[in-house]
């Protein structure tokens, strides 16, 4: 985790960060998204190595997020998890090339995204409950 964290709306533009609330999504990406200080291969505040490039799609609004923190101080709601019956929807964006990427294929996949080849962070899979209904 990134240990120097923008204020709330603070953003920095000169590194490309920029921090979206509700009811605004970043229009950098092709999918609705919001977050805290997201770089554009979608690193947060919050989780900021090379490897934090997804962003995930949350159930309760189908809006994307870097993270479940970045979900829980933009939106105007409780994040929820991505449905169990909606596995194979996009629910996943890989920040390096913007493929959308079903709950399915995430899970199911060797923590890389099978378009570009760039890694996901495998530590992701101990907190995947908060993202993916079990």
């Not at 291969?41 to 490897?51: I, M």
């Not at 934090?52 to 994307?64: I, Q």
């Not at 996943?92 to 570009?116: K, M």
Request: net charge negative; aromatic share 8%; with cysteine.
């Amino acid at each position: 985790m990134n240990g120097n964290r923008p204020e709330r709306g603070q953003g920095d533009e000169k590194q490309g960060r920029r921090t979206t609330t509700a009811p605004a999504v970043d229009e950098r990406f092709r999918v609705p998204l919001r977050g805290v200080a997201v770089d554009a291969e979608t690193r947060c505040a919050h989780w900021d190595s090379a490897v934090d490039v997804v962003a995930l799609r949350f159930g309760c609004c189908e809006r994307f997020s870097p993270c479940y923190t970045c979900h829980a101080e933009t939106a105007d709601h409780d994040p929820e998890p991505w449905p169990r019956e909606r596995f194979d929807e996009p629910a996943v964006l890989c920040g390096v090339c913007g493929v959308t990427l079903s709950a399915r294929t995430y899970l199911d996949g060797d923590d890389a995204c099978p378009r570009c080849g760039a890694a996901f962070n495998p530590g992701c899979r101990r907190h995947r409950d908060q993202y993916f209904e079990q």
